[in-house]
Structures are given as C-alpha cells and as structure tokens.
C-alpha cells in the first residue's frame, strides 16, 4: 500500500497508537513550552528594556543558547538525571519528566533570544511616556512590553518550533519507550528503521499540522490582543 | 524661604552628562495656577530641566518639593497628580480612545468612568469623531491634540508641557495654543511649557524663565522682561536689535551716554565709562520723521538722522531697514498710512527719535 494513502487511513480512522504518540508529543512539548515562557520571556525582557555594564556580552551569550545542539542539550541534562548526576535523586531519567527538562532547556534560550530582540527594540522615550501618565515601575514595563507583544508571541512560536521537532535530546533523555516516553519525532525514526512507513508519514503529516497549527494559533492571538477593546 | 503658593519647587539642580554640565539652576518655583514658560534656545537643557522637574530624572545634584513634600513621597504624588506632554508624544498602538484613557485607567478609573472621562475631553477638544481611529493613522496636529487630551483627561495639579508645538505646521500649532490657552489652563492646576518660541512663550504664560546654557538668566512675567531684559539673549528675544554697538561716555542724569559712530545716545542699563557696549532697541519704538524736521520741543533724548535702505511691507505694516549712527543696520516699524505720508523709500534721508528709556545698554563681548 503507498504510505501516503496509509498514513491518512491511520490519521482518520484514529489509530490508537498514532494518535496516542501525538498526544503525548503535545502534552511534552507544551509542559516544557510553559516552563521555557517562565523563564524566557522574563530574562529577555529584562536584558532588552535596561542598560548595564557587559549588556553586550550577556547579548551574546543568550544568543549563543540559540545555536546549542540539542543533543548536547540532551547529553548534559542525562548526565545531570541518570542515577550518579547531581539530580539523579529525582529519578526522571527515561520519563516525559526528563524530556520536559530537557525540552525547556532548548526553548528556554529561543524564547529569551527573541524576546530580548523585541524588548530591544522598544524606543526609550515609551517608559518615559508611561511614567509620565502615572505608570509605576512595574506598569511601565508591561507598556513598553505592550507594544512589541507581537514579536513575544513570535518567540514563544520559535520556542515551541524549536521543540515539537527535535528528536536528539528526547531520545537521549526519553529512551524512546512505548507507551511512555515515546512522541512523533522518535516514533518516526523508529517506525522508518522498521520499514512502517506509513506509520512514519502519518507522525510526519501530523507533526508538520501541529507546528502549522500552532503558529497560526500564535499569530491569531497576536492579532487579537492588537484589536482588543479600548477601556479593557 | 518657600512661598505657599509654590506648588513645586526645585533648589540647587545640577545635571551632569559625563562630566559635562548641562543644567545649573539654583532655584526655580511652579506656583498653583500659573503657566511658567521656560523659554530658551535649542540645547540649552530647557527638556533636561522638565525632566527632572517632572521627578522623570534624578539630577546630579539639588531636589525637587512637591506641596512641601521630597524624595520618594514627592515623587509618588507628584506621579499621581501630573501629566506630561512631549514634542513626539508616543502613544501605545492601538485606538486613540485606549490611548486617551490610559492614564485614567492607571489610576484605577472603572471601564465605564474611563469611557464617559475619554468622551467628554475628546468632546471639549474636538476630537471626539476620532474616539475609535488608530494612532498610527492620525495627522501631527492630531496626534498632538490626542497627546493632550490625554494629559487633560486627567485633570493634573500640575501639567507639563515639552515644546507641544515644535513639529507642527504653522495652523495645528495655532490650535494648539489655543487648546492649551483654553482648555489646559481651566483643567490642569499649573501648566508648566518647555518652548524655543518666544511667541508661545510671551503670549501664553504668565511667567517667564528663560534658560541659556544650563542656566536661568531671567524669571519675570513677560512685561518684566520685555521692559527690563537682565541681558543681551533676552532682549533680543523680546524682539529687541541689538545692531548699535558704541562706548560709554559719561553717566548723566541716571542715564549713559553712549557714543555710537560719533552720535550720543542716551540709554538705561549699567557699564562702566569707557566700556564698550551693545544697544538694544524695539524697531517699533524708534519714531522716524521726514529728515527737515527738528526735535527741539520734544521729549525724546535721541535724536539722529538715518538712510533708508529697504521697504518692505509686513502686512498691514512696514518694517523699515535703515543705516544709522555709525553706519549701524537699524529696523524700525510703522504703519503703512505713516509709511505713505512720510514717502519713505531706499536712499532717502529721515530722522529718528527714541526714548533713552527705549535703549538698553548691555556691557558687549
């Protein structure tokens, strides 16, 4: 049978094991997601909006986080959760538990890197204007944050980009196991080693429409927060 | 020593940019409803001042005491009772209703006080057909006015504006003055105004500062500095020449005598005899007469005798260009009836007379 004609009759007719891999490729990715948001967002914004001494290198080295192999990422969070790491106490190692870990871990840096870009990008004269109006420091900050809102969507989407589809570091933290820690990227690798080629499109089509959903999910929010009504 | 009508008051300020001094002011008062205009000309930290008056900027050095309060506690209220316009306003991108409204709600306003606030100001202000438009798509003039309906909405003790006026063309400028002389002053408790136009400056305010360098040169009401300038800046920003230059000859009858190109000139102001000196004059105060005509029963102490150089109408007057005592470019202004009778054109002879209350003298250099 073409793999394509399989795939859509195991999407639709919904196939227990396909669709219980989505799923939990969703619930991961979206746990780690929230935590990279956590703190992401806040250390990009903080380093975006204020002026210190070795802003510039700091800069750097959050973009740096940008470029890190999430293998790597995977092999230093295995270290950090396998029995004799410093966190092995926890015993996550081989749980979605570890691969939210680890997932939150490459996010996190897309998500502050982009966010820092945005913040940057704030004209100063917007605090002044807020504070003018009567805003306290904290206020002021959510004004000058209100106004590249759409671009901290954009990194939040990258964030989760960067996640949805990784396979290195799942596999790595994850083990790949059936049931448990098994989502799309490294059901397709295994389903393609198999010759479960259809298995494997069927992840693949579905893995591309969350991504695609995703960000049009993300962007109709950024658009939405644009239009909301004046006196809310 | 603070006088009760002094709602804010800033002593000793100094604001330092890498060692460079950019405002050096000792003293400078906003009494309750008033209008202070600090005048002054580009860079001479007339912003910086607002700033830091607005507690939006910590000085170098000096405070500020707002209603008898300082520090952290005057900032707060001050931050509670005020509101700032600026030259290029910023404003959130979204409708001009949200931004109108913005402030109101940061003071805890209810959804539906801050609509009912939003529509009166843009009401009384004549932008209320603007109420649902996006910032991004209105006119300068517009914007400025949102920005101070934005301001107004709030009813501050004290409004601050930064040169409201200076990116605007020449009839969104007229109505915001009028706007500001209409509705800021009946709304806001006291409107302090950052300006580079003397105009905006003298024909709004009720009192004066005028800033040159960092530094206040002069705080009056406009008739106080018009009448008595502390400087050269400052008449020729009251609208006065400053073309006559001579020496000073001797002190007479509480006035100098100043020779300019071989004509004595008796003026007001004070300089050593002998020291060189720089004459301000009005050219509306200098009374011109056809050239034959003697001064001998009049009261005027300065009497000489000039060529016309230029004619030139300035609606319904005329600015006259004259060459004076030492060959001195002078200006004098008449009405065109006065122009006419007078046959005033280039290269004939007239004399002029002006009051020696009518010249200040100000040590040159």
């Given at each position: ?10 999407i639709t ?21 929230a ?6 967002l ?10 210190f001494?070795?802003?510039?290198p ?5 973009n740096?986080?940008?470029?890190l192999p999430p ?6 969070v295995?270290?950090l959760v396998?029995?004799?790491?410093p966190l092995?106490g926890?015993e996550?190692?081989y ?8 997932q939150a ?12 870009a945005?913040a ?5 004269d ?12 904290f ?9 590249v809102?759409?671009?901290l969507?954009?990194?939040?989407a ?21 049931g448990?820690?098994?989502v799309?990227t ?6 393609t080693?198999r010759?479960?080629f259809g298995?494997?499109?069927a992840l693949g089509i ?8 995703v960000?049009?999910l993300?962007?109709l929010l950024?658009r939405?927060s644009?239009?909301?009504p004046?006196?809310s | 020593?603070?006088?009760e009508r ?21 003293r ?5 409803g008033e ?7 580009n ?5 910086t001042?607002m700033?830091v008056l607005a ?8 405070h500020s005491?707002?209603?008898g309060r300082?520090?952290?506690?005057a900032a707060?209220a001050l ?13 959130w ?6 931004n ?7 003071r ?20 209320g057909?603007l109420?649902d ?7 300068g003039?517009?914007a400025?006015?949102v920005a101070l309906a934005?301001a107004?909405?709030l ?12 990116n605007?063309?020449?009839v969104s ?12 002053r ?11 136009d003397?105009?905006e400056?003298f024909?709004?305010a009720?009192?004066v500062?005028?800033l ?8 009056g ?10 400087d050269?800046?400052?008449?020729r ?15 007479e ?8 190109g ?15 000196v ?11 007469a056809?050239?034959?005509e ?6 005027t102490r ?5 060529t ?17 005592p030492?060959?001195a470019d002078m200006?004098?202004v008449v009405?065109?009836s ?10 004939g002879r ?10 200040h003298a100000?040590?040159?250099?």
């Amino acid at each position: 049978m073409n793999p394509f004609a399989e795939a859509l009759d195991l999407i639709t007719a919904g196939d227990l094991y396909v669709w219980e891999v989505i799923l939990r490729s969703i619930r991961i990715s979206g746990s780690a997601l929230a935590f990279a948001m956590l703190f992401g967002l806040p250390i990009g914004a903080a380093i975006g909006l204020s002026r210190f001494r070795l802003r510039r290198p700091v800069i750097a080295l959050v973009n740096t986080g940008l470029a890190l192999p999430p293998v790597v990422v995977g092999l230093a969070v295995f270290l950090l959760v396998s029995r004799s790491g410093p966190l092995g106490g926890l015993e996550i190692l081989y749980s979605p538990a570890a691969m939210i870990l680890a997932q939150a871990v490459i996010a996190g840096p897309y998500i502050a890197a982009v966010s820092l870009a945005a913040a940057d990008s704030v004209p100063p004269d917007v605090r002044l204007q807020a504070r003018a109006l009567g805003a306290g420091p904290f206020r002021a900050t959510l004004l000058q944050l209100r106004e590249v809102r759409t671009s901290l969507v954009a990194a939040v989407a990258a964030g989760f980009g960067a996640i949805i589809s990784e396979v290195g570091a799942v596999m790595i933290v994850g083990g790949n196991i059936l049931g448990e820690t098994r989502v799309m990227t490294t059901a397709i690798v295994l389903e393609t080693r198999r010759g479960n080629f259809g298995v494997a499109v069927a992840l693949g089509i579905v893995l591309l429409l969350v991504a695609l959903y995703v960000n049009l999910l993300l962007l109709l929010l950024g658009r939405w927060s644009m239009r909301r009504p004046p006196t809310s | 020593m603070t006088d009760e009508r002094e709602i804010l008051v800033a002593k000793g300020i100094r604001v330092r940019y890498d060692d460079r001094l950019v405002l050096d002011v000792e003293r400078l008062a906003l009494r309750t409803g008033e209008m202070l205009a600090v005048l002054g000309p580009n860079a001479a930290g007339k912003s910086t001042l607002m700033r830091v008056l607005a507690m939006l900027e910590k000085p170098t050095a000096g405070h500020s005491r707002f209603k008898g309060r300082a520090g952290r506690a005057a900032a707060r209220a001050l931050r509670k009772s005020s509101a700032a316009v600026f030259q290029k306003p910023h404003f959130w991108s979204d409708t001009v209703a949200y931004n109108v409204g913005l402030g109101l709600r940061m003071r805890g306003s209810s959804a539906r006080e801050v609509s009912e606030h939003v529509e009166r100001i843009c009401g009384l202000m004549g932008i209320g057909d603007l109420l649902d438009r996006d910032v991004a798509t209105l006119s300068g003039g517009q914007a400025q006015r949102v920005a101070l309906a934005r301001a107004l909405v709030l009813k501050p003790d004290i409004l601050f504006l930064d040169e409201p006026t200076a990116n605007l063309d020449s009839v969104s400028r007229g109505e915001i003055r009028e706007d500001i002389e209409r509705i800021a002053r009946q709304r806001a408790g006291s409107v302090l105004l950052i300006t580079h136009d003397r105009a905006e400056a003298f024909s709004l305010a009720d009192r004066v500062a005028v800033l040159v360098g960092g530094r206040l040169v002069q705080v009056g009401t406009p008739t106080e500095l018009y009448e008595n300038p502390a400087d050269s800046y400052i008449a020729r920003v009251t609208g006065a020449e400053l073309t006559l230059k001579g020496h000073v000859l001797r002190l007479e009858d509480s006035t100098l005598v100043v020779d300019v190109g071989g004509i004595e000139l008796r003026t007001v102001g004070s300089a050593g005899e002998g020291s060189q000196v720089k004459i301000a004059y009005r050219p509306e105060d200098l009374v011109l007469a056809a050239a034959e005509e003697s001064s001998v029963h009049l009261s005027t102490r300065n009497f000489f005798f000039a060529t016309v150089t230029e004619v030139r109408a300035l609606g319904g007057l005329y600015r006259i260009r004259l060459k004076g005592p030492g060959g001195a470019d002078m200006a004098a202004v008449v009405t065109r009836s006065a122009a006419d009778e007078l046959r005033l054109q280039a290269e004939g002879r007239v004399s002029v007379r002006v009051k020696a209350t009518a010249l200040h003298a100000f040590p040159a250099g």
